[in-house]
Structure formats: C-alpha cells, structure tokens
C-alpha cells in the first residue's frame, strides 16, 4: 500500500512546516520584543533617574545610535565565526548592562546611563538578520522561502505591539529599572535558545578573514537595498512623531495606541496575504510597486481631516511595509555574497535604524514648526526618494549584476 503526504495549499503553511522554522520564528520574536523598546526603556530610566526629557532623549538616542553601528560588526563576526558563539557573547554583554543600569541605586545620576545605553545597544543581538540568513538554507524552495520572510516580516510587526505593551504599559510604566530588568532576562533566554538550536550551530561560517574588498557594501545591488531600508526606516520614524502629534493635537492623546495599532495590523495582514500568495514574477517591479503604493498612503495621512481618517488609512499605508521588506530580504538573500548574507542583512537593518532616527528628529522639528500634516508629507517624501533610487539603479537588482560590473 502506497501513502501520499498532502502538500499544503499555501506556501505560508509549507514555510511554517518545515523544519525549525516556527520554532525559531517564534524564538527570535520573544527575543525582538525587547530589542523594540530598548531605547524607550532607557529613557524611561533616565527620567526615573530624575533626568530631564533632553537628557533622557539622549540616552535613548544613544542606544539606537549603538544598534545602527555594532549590527554590522556583529553580522560580520557571525559570517566568519559562526552564529553561536557570537550571539551568545553579545547577548551576554547587552542583557547584563541593561541588568546593572536596571539596578543602578536610585539615587544615581541619570547620566551615568549614557555609557549603559551605548554598550547594550551595540551588542543586542541580531536575531532577526540571522533568522533571515537561516530562511536560505533551511528552506531550500524559493516560493516556500519567500513565504516564510514575508511571514517573519509580517509577525515583526507583532514585536511592535507585544514589546511595548508587555515592558512598557504593564512594567516599566509601574518601575522603569524592573522593566530594563524584564527585558534583559527575555532578551538573554530567547537569544541562548535560538543560538542552541540545531539549525543555527548547523549555520555554515566562513572560518577565515574576509579582506576589505569583500564587503557587502562594495555590491552596487546591497547599497541600492539600503538605500531602501534607510528611507523606509525615515518614513517610519516620521510617521511614528506624526501619528503622536496627531493624537495629541486633536485632545486624544490616549488613541495613540489604536492608531499605531492600526498601522501595524495593516502591515501584519497585507503580509501574511502576500505568504499565502506566493512571490511575484518580478521582485524589481513589484519593489517600485510597493514603493509607490506606500509613498501614496502616507501622503493620504497628509490631507486627512480627521483622526478617524488617519486611522483608517494607516491601515492603508501600512499595507505595504511588511510585503516591502519580505521583497527586500528575498532580494538581500540572493544578490549578497557568499559568507556576507549576514553582514549585509545587518546593514539593512542598520540603514532602517538610522532613516527612524533622523525621520523622527525631522518630523519632531516639522511638527514643532507647523503641524502632523507637514511631518506625514516628509515620511511619504522618503519613500518617494527610495521609489526613485529604485528607478534609477534597478538594473543593479537583476542577478549577475554585480559579477558582471566586477568583469567589466
């Protein structure tokens, strides 16, 4: 008697059957939820410290100042010595200096967190680029593979949610140093989990020095991806101060929970279809497709006359964030170098980072100087600029791009 295995119907089903993907999907999500308000619970910290908002605003900024340039490094080491060894060890270092800055006396300077902040967000581990680079060689079917980062990018948006209300709302918002506390111990635990797992020390690594040369930035393709991440990462940050200001201008501060909620359940549903559906024939078309469409949204928040309207086109304008980023990693995994994937994913994340942190600096200075309207309008302005690096540089982003540059 012969037997016949049923073959899911939908990619995102086949993507969360194969081996140790849900696992460690759900593993690197307990692990980001902390990573998500790092900066916001070091500047919960500073202030509990008796600090002001400008020098909390600095401990904060310094964290993610710390996240923009150790992830690269971090991505580099894990190419070359394999993801165990590293993330434990900087898990280790980040988690324990968020533990001492969490059990520093109250009667601390608030200051004294800058250092704390520097050091725990150079070290938090990459999770997220490694669970990526793992999607290539644990899912060998690009449709399934696809699924499974369109799937990772849709529950990333989860994090956003979870993370603050979990250490934020039901912690730090009672005790600011046992929400730093909280987060330390989640982010250690599910990181040590992740890098014991079968398929991450199974992680092939490069075991020898890479020569400046090989970088994945000399690649004409990664530098147009991160040209990508960086203006979507100035439309988020942007978009975040926006959506606050918004809430508060309009005397209900308290939505401003249901409105980023919003945001974020677009993106998570629009995500998830685009698993089920399977990758386009055409990422580079479907990348300036997107573009536009998020460019769009977010200058509909623009002219939208009320809070209820923003509301329900944030549902719209998230729509394409989370399909965008499954595109832009699907394109990362193919076009990076061997024993640079991770590296390059990192720089992704690092550009992302960065375009959050001068968006909100910008739309900060743009709400302060006229209103929402003019801070959504400079979030839907970034992705504008990144549709149009994509115009300009798509042949970059065909296969063999870059090998045929390098002949030239």
């Not at 369109?150 to 912690?171: D, R, W």
Request: proline share 6%; aromatic share 6%.
């Amino acid at each position: 008697m012969s037997t016949t295995t049923a073959i899911p119907s939908s990619p995102a089903v086949a993507a969360l059957r194969s081996p140790g993907v849900a696992r460690l999907l759900l593993l690197s999500l307990v692990a980001r939820a902390p990573e998500a308000v790092i900066g916001l619970l070091f500047l919960l910290r500073a202030r509990d410290l008796g600090g002001s908002y400008a020098l909390a605003g600095g401990v904060s900024a310094v964290a993610g100042v710390g996240m923009a340039f150790g992830a690269p490094l971090l991505g580099k080491a894990i190419d070359r010595l394999g993801q165990p060894v590293v993330l434990v060890c900087s898990v280790t270092i980040a988690s324990v200096t968020a533990l001492v800055a969490g059990l520093l006396p109250n009667s601390s300077p608030a200051w004294i967190l800058l250092p704390f902040a520097l050091v725990s967000g150079a070290f938090q581990p990459p999770i997220a680029p490694c669970l990526r680079a793992l999607f290539g060689h644990i899912v060998p079917d690009p449709t399934v593979r696809h699924a499974a980062l369109a799937v990772e990018a849709s529950t990333q948006e989860i994090t956003f949610m979870v993370g603050p209300l979990v250490f934020i709302s039901l912690i730090a918002a009672h005790d600011p140093a046992l929400g730093l506390i909280a987060a330390s111990v989640a982010l250690f635990l599910a990181t040590v989990l992740f890098a014991r797992s079968p398929e991450s020390r199974a992680m092939p690594a490069t075991r020898e020095r890479r020569s400046a040369g090989a970088s994945p930035l000399k690649r004409a393709s990664i530098r147009t991806l991160l040209a990508i991440t960086t203006g979507i990462g100035f439309t988020f940050g942007a978009a975040e101060v926006a959506i606050s200001a918004s809430a508060e201008e309009a005397g209900r501060p308290a939505a401003l929970g249901l409105l980023l909620a919003a945001y974020c359940i677009g993106s998570l549903v629009a995500g998830l279809w685009s698993a089920h559906h399977g990758p386009a024939a055409s990422p580079i078309r479907t990348l300036l497709v997107l573009l536009a469409a998020s460019t769009v949204g977010h200058g509909l928040l623009a002219v939208a006359p009320n809070l209820w309207t923003v509301g329900a086109v944030l549902v719209v304008a998230g729509a394409a964030i989370a399909p965008l980023f499954a595109t832009v990693y699907g394109l990362c995994g193919k076009l990076a170098a061997e024993g640079t994937v991770t590296e390059a994913f990192t720089w992704l994340g690092s550009g992302m980072f960065a375009g959050a942190a001068f968006g909100a600096a910008a739309a900060g200075g743009l709400v302060s100087l006229t209103s929402p309207a003019a801070a959504f309008a400079a979030a839907a302005a970034a992705t504008g600029l990144a549709l149009l690096a994509v115009t300009v540089t798509r042949d970059a982003l065909r296969p063999g791009a870059d090998a045929a540059r390098a002949a030239a």
